[in-house]
């Protein structure tokens, strides 16, 4: 059975490191949040100007000022820190961030990223995405293996517009988890959902990749 | 000679030209500065170029000029949730430059910092690279970005004082710190004004230098773009 939302953001959780600094996109990689273990201290960067995000305030506690790059209301931790989005971009493409997890449209065999507009048809904007897979020092991708017409996202080229090329380090869909590696440049599949077979994998994947 | 101006109005006469290009702070609704944007919209000046991370929502913020049509061309990293905007931009009625976030925040900076351009890793291998100088350094291929400087900056803080110090609050700070650097001359509105004095000078945000004219815009209401709450059993 393929892994539900949670299951990818749970696996994508498990690449937390203790004293990691990270990075969450939106959508999947925000459920990562929920999934970090209590023994793992990791504090979570918003590209527009915090450190220490904490959960979402308690009804009646919301602060106009105080949100995530989503816009949500957030809260902050006794650990928090503030800061300009010069700074805030200086963290990020200074290498000082250990790892961000984002959501794609496509990802390439070369590790290569779309994932910030369909011409004609989603058209706002980049914001911080080429930032974080150019500056971070490790790339997560999570994402639904084949999109809602069940055409795969894994592809041998992108086809969309790139946000960013030779970038992406790890693979997490629905149904298995990716690594590329630093030899070859090339992905490995190097884990299977469970009740998932590698004939089903390959047979939803248009990249080339190592079994 | 003192910074503190009546209102929004005031603080702009003189300073607003159609043609000109504006830096704004904020990020989406929050630390906007919606009193000086407002009276932009007032004073009527077209054909503006503004340089903002986002473009306000439908009728808020950057969004009341695109709905009266005085923004010919945007400088921003993202601009959902604005109707008014896609509207304008499909119809080719809009100019708009996309720059990634952390590339927009620099190029200000180093506009401020009298810096004409830079090297950045971020869009190299994607379409911000098209046109653009790429050079290597240490077997990596990076891109030039030049500096924006606009013609005024107009930003939002919490408290400034009478010497143009000011302090910033939570994550309202965003780009207005590096906005207000951006131009010759920065107009800001903050939420109050305090006597010179009472804000400690080693917890400034921004130095007053940047500061040309101040209003007190209080009271403001701030929106909140997406209210997300937990309850407190999950607390």
New interface residues.
Partial sequence: MPWTRNEIAARAAAELEDGFYVNLGIGIPTLVANNISDATNVTLQ?????LGIG?????G????????A?????S?LPSSA?????E???M??GGHIDLTILGALEVSERG?IANWMIPGKM?????????LV??VKRVIVTMDHCNKGGEPKFVQQCSL??????VVDMLITDLGVFERQLSTGRFRLSEIAPNVTREEIAAQTSASYDE | MSRKYANATEALAGLLHDDMTLCVGGFGLCGIPERLINAVRDAGVRNLTVVSNNAGIDGEGLGQLLRTGQIRKMISSYVGENKEFARQYLAGELEVEFCPQGTLAERCRAGGAGIPAFFTRTGVGTQVAEGKETREFAGQEYIMERSIRGDLALIKGWKADDAGNMIFRKTARNFNQVMATAAPLCVAEVEGIVPVGSIEPDAVHLPGIYVKRLICGAPYEKKIEFRTVRTKEAA
């Fill in positions: 918003s590209e527009n100007g915090m959960p979402f305030p308690l009804e506690e919301e602060d106009a000022d105080l949100i995530n989503g816009k949500q209301t957030i902050e503030y800061f300009g989005s010069a805030s971009f200086a990020i493409r290569d058209i706002k904007g980049m914001g911080g995405a080429m930032d150019a500056g517009p790139l946000t960013g090329k030779a």
